[in-house]
């Protein structure tokens, strides 16, 4: 098919492409790609394939986290001048985990109209897969790769009452089910979902720590990893309960140990127990 390069008003248009399926893609997000004075993307050959399915001419200049700093002063040139800007990732919707948040932060902060144009968003379609809570959710992109930062970082997590969405590579998903496990309790659900819209796309579903024993006997894991990790048990606890909790922690493990351990076994937040174990030590002294 060809699609008509119809006009644009002056602006930068954040387009959502195909994560993986090509047939993912809106019309409105076609007229925009082929009318755009200015296409800016990740990669010229992976947006190129997707301007040759349907038949669009418009010549895409690159735009990338190595290039931002030389080629974002030209886009925003570009806006300057009433021209209209359409910028694409490589998949997925622009800003989500890739360098497209400075420039649209830069041209925002100069005045000019930025315009998404909504479409296909792994998180998003992770989420509905998966068959968990999706009531409240938080995305929080990529995990660090330092084992110790890793575990960290999910601790921030723990309490959070939403379901939970982590970006993972393949080589790096054993791992982390571990850390996951170990930090936000085994028994919480948990799917990993692999090659979205793909012709191998695959829901794994069960509690951390069955996804952990699974993937720990998997060799090679290949494909795109979204993790979805469900919201933590509704557990009402008394506060004297708690400071029990507290207490026995605090005889075997350091201050900020005992906080986090106690945060998965309640699911009360980590910040929360740790300013209330310091009090108790306070207290005694």
């Known amino acids: 098919m060809a699609v008509p390069a119809r006009p644009l008003e002056p602006a930068l248009y954040l387009v959502a492409t195909p994560i993986g399926n090509l047939g993912d893609i809106t019309l409105r997000a076609l007229e925009t790609l082929a009318?755009?004075?200015?296409?800016?993307?990740?990669?010229?050959?992976?947006?190129?394939?997707?301007l040759d399915r349907y038949g669009i001419q418009n010549r895409p200049y690159a735009y990338h986290e190595h290039n931002a700093d030389e080629a974002g002063p030209r886009l925003l040139a570009a806006l300057e001048a009433g021209k209209s800007v359409a910028l694409v990732s490589d998949a997925g919707t622009p800003l989500v985990s890739d360098p497209g948040y400075r420039l649209a932060q830069s041209a925002i902060e100069a005045g000019y109209r930025v315009v998404p144009i909504p479409g296909a968003s792994a998180p998003l379609a992770a989420l509905v897969g998966s068959g968990l809570p999706n009531d409240a959710f938080l995305f929080a992109g990529f995990l660090p790769t330092k084992d110790k930062a890793r575990r960290d970082r999910l601790g921030e997590f723990t309490g959070?009452?939403?379901?939970?969405?982590?970006?993972?590579?393949?080589?790096?998903?054993?791992?982390?089910?571990?850390?996951?496990?170990?930090?936000?309790?085994?028994?919480?659900?948990?799917?990993?979902?692999?090659?979205?819209?793909?012709?191998?796309?695959?829901?794994?579903?069960?509690?951390?720590?069955?996804?952990?024993?699974?993937?720990?006997?998997?060799?090679?894991?290949?494909?795109?990893?979204?993790?979805?990790?469900?919201?933590?048990?509704?557990?009402?606890?008394?506060?004297?309960?708690?400071?029990?909790?507290?207490?026995?922690?605090?005889?075997?493990?350091?201050?900020?140990?005992?906080a986090a351990e106690a945060a998965r076994l309640t699911g009360l937040p980590r910040k929360e127990l740790y300013q209330r174990l310091l009090d108790m030590k306070d207290g005694d002294g």
């Open 160 to 258: 959070v009452p939403a379901t939970l969405m982590f970006f993972e590579s393949p080589h790096r998903i054993a791992a982390t089910l571990v850390a996951a496990a170990d930090v936000l309790g085994g028994d919480r659900q948990a799917s990993v979902c692999r090659e979205l819209t793909k012709s191998y796309e695959e829901f794994r579903r069960g509690t951390l720590s069955d996804l952990a024993a699974h993937y720990a006997d998997v060799d090679n894991v290949k494909g795109e990893i979204v993790l979805v990790v469900g919201p933590p048990p509704e557990r009402p606890v008394e506060q004297a309960d708690v400071d029990t909790i507290l207490a026995d922690l605090a005889r075997t493990l350091p201050t900020a140990k005992a």
């Open 35 to 50: 009318g755009a004075d200015v296409l800016a993307c990740e990669d010229t050959r992976v947006t190129r394939v997707l």
